[in-house]
């Protein structure tokens, strides 16, 4: 029997805001263990919720981005009795989401993929358990607790553990690119747990699935999904029933392990939270919030191949709206975007920071294209502008760079290469005539860098002949 795999995804992001989603307390990672605490976040008795603005807007950002529905909302309360959870449910939404349907983009292989979302809705995060080896205490620290979170759920109709990475990169990349989150899934500010469940090819029907939890990484989630659709595979091929539970992925094995029997909605005991109203989302804000998106990853990388570059550099230079906007910058000069690009890709992004100011190297690259230097010196001048500050123009004039172009000059020094290398002609004239990049580079070390290689090439080659 051939069978499919059928992976849904649910995405906690944890949303960028200064205090967190019900209470002035801070929301800032780090700290001393619960230093970013209140009476609200330790469930003390007489303390209320009141809802954070900022959290909502990004909320709302990230619906927008993604093409839902944005529409009235209500909270419910979760109920689960753990530690990490001091009142003993979680603030959440279950019927009446923030965010309804929706559809998230992304790039596999140099092709776009989609997946259809079920909700994107709010909720606090919990607190952070840690249990100590070779002790039985167990310790919480409640700073995590109360920040805000986005839960994006996808419907199943990912296939594979690779569609699966590429989908959550693209969710990191989209919530980095629009400021409300950091993504960063070794901090928990992007966390993700995958339903995984097997199919007969052709079917419609979902299989069991098994809830996975614990990947911290990337790679963590794509191996996790691989050993379990490899697992529940085995399962129906010796003809055993696969069970719905949740599992914990241990990266260390590469196995993962039963944890508990798989939650369903009625065993939280959802009802709407008393002591919050239902929130009314006015459409004007949802217009204004609309027009202040920027252009999207995914349009951005269609617009940067317009522009003449390839697939792979469109994709290096949306990897990040910082890229994508220093680019913009350089290309705003009026230099060719294919030179553009490789420079930012090969110089800017081997250094740390942006200490050359976009339009200064598009300066750099409009004198590479005018002939005023060559490619060689541009590197250096480069370096000299990263070290001082200073714009490429004033460097090249100020220590006598610009490109040799005049025949009457470079000839003699393209003579005296060829006179001075007897054994490297007979080379060339024997059929090498890969030796010409022999005596192009003795012209440019003749002239310190500065003769204008294709002149030179042109030259020589007609002393050659």
């Known amino acids: 029997m051939k069978l499919e795999a059928v992976i849904g995804l649910e995405v906690h992001v944890q949303l960028a805001t200064r205090t967190k989603i019900f209470t002035s307390a801070s929301a800032a990672f780090g700290g001393a263990p619960n230093s970013h605490t209140d009476p609200y976040t330790l469930a003390l008795p007489g303390t209320l919720p009141v809802l954070n603005r900022a959290a909502v807007d990004a909320a709302m950002r990230l619906g927008l981005a993604v093409d839902c529905e944005i529409a009235s909302c209500r909270f419910a309360r979760k109920h689960y009795f753990y530690p990490d959870s001091p009142k003993g449910y979680q603030l959440s939404q279950y019927e009446e989401p923030l965010c309804k349907g929706g559809v998230v983009p992304f790039l596999l292989d140099g092709e776009v993929r989609s997946v259809r979302l079920t909700r994107i809705h709010m909720e606090e995060d919990a607190g952070k358990s840690m249990h100590l080896a070779g002790s039985p205490v167990s310790l919480v620290d409640y700073n995590r607790c109360g920040v805000p979170l986005c839960e994006i759920v996808s419907e199943p109709e990912l296939r594979s553990a690779a569609e699966a990475g590429a989908y959550l990169r693209a969710i990191r990349q989209l919530v980095r690119w629009l400021g409300i989150s950091d993504g960063n899934m070794e901090e928990g500010s992007l966390r993700c747990d995958a339903n995984v469940s097997v199919r007969p090819v052709g079917e419609s029907k979902l299989g069991t699935k098994a809830e996975l939890k614990n990947m911290n990484s990337f790679k963590h989630v794509e191996a996790a999904i691989e050993y379990e659709i490899a697992r529940q595979s085995d399962l129906v091929a010796r003809g055993e029933r696969v069970v719905q539970e949740t599992r914990l992925w241990n990266a260390d094995k590469g196995t993962s392990h039963a944890m508990r029997s798989k939650e369903q909605a009625h065993d939280y005991r959802y009802f709407p939270e008393p002591d919050l109203p239902p929130l009314t989302v006015d459409p004007a804000a949802v217009e204004r919030l609309r027009a202040q998106l920027p252009e999207l990853p995914l349009a951005r990388w269609r617009r940067f191949q317009s522009l003449g570059l390839s697939a792979y550099d469109a994709g290096v230079l949306t990897a990040d709206r910082n890229i994508a906007d220093y680019f913009d910058g350089v290309v705003r000069v009026g230099v060719s975007p294919k030179l553009a690009a490789n420079w930012?890709?090969?110089?800017?992004?081997?250094?740390?920071?942006?200490?050359?100011?976009?339009?200064?190297?598009?300066?750099?690259?409009?004198?590479?294209?005018?002939?005023?230097?060559?490619?060689?010196?541009?590197?250096?001048?480069?370096?000299?502008?990263?070290?001082?500050?200073?714009?490429?123009?004033?460097?090249?004039?100020?220590?006598?760079?610009?490109?040799?172009?005049?025949?009457?000059?470079?000839?003699?020094?393209?003579?005296?290469?060829?006179e001075a290398n007897p054994k490297q002609v007979a080379q060339y004239k024997g059929g090498n005539e890969k030796m010409i990049g022999f005596f192009v580079g003795q012209v440019m070390k003749a002239t310190q860098g500065k003769a204008n290689p294709a002149m030179v090439n042109e030259l020589l080659k007609k002393l050659l002949a």
């Not at 920071?353 to 250096?380: F, P």
């Open 344 to 418: 930012i890709s090969t110089e800017v992004l081997s250094r740390d920071g942006w200490r050359v100011e976009a339009a200064a190297l598009g300066e750099l690259i409009a004198l590479i294209e005018n002939q005023t230097i060559s490619g060689k010196i541009a590197k250096d001048v480069f370096d000299k502008m990263w070290a001082t500050g200073k714009g490429a123009r004033a460097i090249v004039e100020g220590e006598g760079l610009t490109q040799v172009t005049d025949a009457g000059v470079l000839e003699p020094a393209c003579r005296a290469a060829v």
